[in-house]
């Protein structure tokens, strides 16, 4: 790339602080879930420093940490789809994964989706859908497909400038800042504009919802834009206690406990995952402080009179309410993600009819997400994880309102399925059920020059300081999680084909919609731990000592992490 081109991840920083700015106009509950977002994570930062002698984090880290952004938009139809896929392309977000939102039993919706993250540097991520118009009746198919063909989401000069970075491999700053402009007053703007009431009211009734927001609206509009926290639960609590769904004692226990819990569980691997400007050594020179309970009492009474400030009396703005439970692992299994959200956004909505007529209503689908990342499954653990979810799923089936009538019991129960999984890194690495990115130490750099190494276990080498390990962190999405989020928000749990024979969408449907391939993240985590097992036993001098068939998996897996990331 040309020197003179802008840096594609400054970009994509920049692209996404400007998206927040227009969200938080567009939607002033998100700029205040931010704020209690903020004050969350001071309060986990402040009990680190209390656990960990040492930490220190500046107000720059802090933003910068927990400032990722993942956002969603749906897309009507395929010509749409090419676009966007072009336009993220000029900030390095390339297409991850496959997602068939139709395939989910009974949370199914009408949509197929991938991801655009960057390989390399995946702070930011878009969830984008599709609208698959042959999901349905011939007849709704043909109505949503007229009511689409003549919309014009992108402009002449976004077409321009996406083709501009495609053809010359990049675009000058003045051309990306023109670029992000077309994202923030176009591509993903909110108008409240929308068109055919009455397709759009049967849609809804027929429990086709995201349908309705898709093909009734002059433009795609960002659906949701999720900030990453450092503690799930203290969120959520803190989230209904502003909204007033909880009271000053109900909040000041669950928070108490919460942050109890997280007194023990955030080990030194916690801090690595969660704040990647730390190094290694830094974090093994900090020492193990103990916490008297009066300490703890201290910050949930400090973090209660912050969200008690008149600027986050959340109730006073207009909300629907905070979803019932978090979608993904309990909080002691540190795997995937977990997620949850303020529920859906009843907005004001105008139609303008074909016959020139004007319905004034309301529209619910934008909604507040928020995640929290832990680390990348294997094939094995993903299997494992599928199964402990399809348990607790069926237990919370059997007893719906347990979380309301007691939510700690609640919290135990949903737990108990994921008891298989280990609850440190080190548990799950040795089990292969996640990623990790292993280094050689110094020590054990200098014990392999003098031949002092005599196993290549990877937990001994770790255990006698000759590597050290960080877990991958998992940058994708989880899609049964998703379709909870969809369905709580929209009050609507799945769907149904209209179609005579539902169809079939596979990863090539999408593929040959956006004329470019899907990345499998599976690859890209498999090639990173093997790229790093590699060369830390080559620094230790023990790579021969591998069996060759094992050695030649690795590189194997090391070659097709290259071929998609380009390198």
Request: hydrophobic content about 40%.
């Amino acid at each position: 790339m040309s020197a003179s081109f802008a840096n594609k991840t400054e970009m994509q920083n920049l692209l996404f602080a400007e998206l927040s700015k227009m969200f938080g106009k567009e939607v002033p509950l998100y700029d205040k879930s931010l704020l209690v977002n903020k004050a969350c994570n001071q309060a986990v930062c402040a009990l680190l420093r209390q656990k960990y002698r040492g930490f220190e984090i500046s107000e720059a880290q802090l933003e910068k940490t927990s400032g990722e952004r993942h956002g969603a938009i749906r897309i009507g139809k395929p010509e749409e789809y090419r676009w966007i896929a072009k336009y993220f392309a000029a900030f390095g977000l390339l297409p991850h994964n496959f997602y068939d939102m139709t395939n989910l039993g009974g949370k199914s919706q009408p949509v197929i989706a991938t991801a655009f993250r960057s390989p390399l540097h995946p702070e930011h991520r878009v969830f984008t859908s599709l609208l698959m118009t042959d999901y349905f009746d011939p007849d709704t198919k043909r109505r949503i497909e007229a009511l689409l063909a003549p919309r014009e989401v992108f402009s002449a000069r976004a077409k321009e400038l996406t083709l501009k970075s495609e053809r010359e491999g990049g675009l000058t700053w003045d051309d990306a800042n023109a670029l992000i402009r077309e994202g923030t007053t176009r591509i993903f703007k909110w108008t409240g504009k929308a068109r055919d009431h009455r397709l759009y009211q049967e849609l809804s009734k027929a429990g086709f919802k995201i349908a309705a927001d898709i093909a009734c609206f002059e433009a795609h509009h960002l659906n949701h834009l999720t900030p990453n926290t450092f503690c799930m639960d203290l969120y959520t609590t803190a989230m209904k206690f502003c909204l007033a769904e909880l009271s000053a004692e109900v909040f000041a226990e669950r928070a108490r406990h919460v942050l109890e819990f997280l007194w023990g569980f955030a080990d030194p691997d916690y801090l690595k995952l969660h704040f990647r400007h730390l190094s290694a050594e830094e974090i093994a020179r900090y020492s193990i402080q103990t916490i008297p309970e009066s300490k703890v009492t201290a910050l949930v009474q400090a973090l209660l009179l912050r969200l008690q400030q008149p600027e986050l009396a959340l109730n006073k703005l207009k909300h629907s309410g905070f979803k019932d439970f978090t979608e993904g692992p309990p909080a002691d299994t540190p795997v995937l993600l977990r997620q949850d959200s303020y529920k859906a956004l009843t907005e004001p909505v105008r139609f303008q009819e074909a016959d020139g007529s004007v319905i004034d209503t309301t529209h619910t689908a934008r909604f507040g997400e928020i995640e929290q990342r832990f680390y990348a499954t294997t094939p094995k653990g993903r299997a494992r994880y599928d199964e402990c979810l399809a348990q607790a799923e069926k237990l919370r089936g059997a007893d719906p309102d347990l979380i309301k009538r007691d939510y700690a019991a609640y919290q135990q129960v949903y737990a108990s399925c994921f008891a298989s999984f280990p609850k440190t890194l080190g548990g799950l690495l040795e089990q292969g059920l996640v990623y990790g990115r292993y280094t050689a130490t110094a020590k054990g750099v200098e014990a392999g020059r003098r031949q002092a190494i005599h196993s290549t276990d990877l937990g001994e080498l770790v255990r006698h300081g000759y590597l050290q390990v960080e877990g991958l962190r998992y940058e994708d999405f989880l899609p049964f999680s998703a379709a909870g989020i969809f369905a709580s928000n929209l009050g609507q749990y799945g769907t149904k084909s209209t179609a005579a024979d539902k169809p079939v969408y596979t990863q090539r449907t999408l593929e040959e919609i956006m004329e470019r391939s899907i990345i499998d993240p599976n690859v890209t985590y498999a090639g990173l731990h093997a790229e790093s097992l590699l060369q830390a036993y080559g620094a230790l001098g023990k790579l021969n000592d591998i069996p060759v068939e094992e050695r030649n998996q690795w590189e194997q897996a090391v070659a097709a992490y290259r071929v998609t990331v380009g390198n």
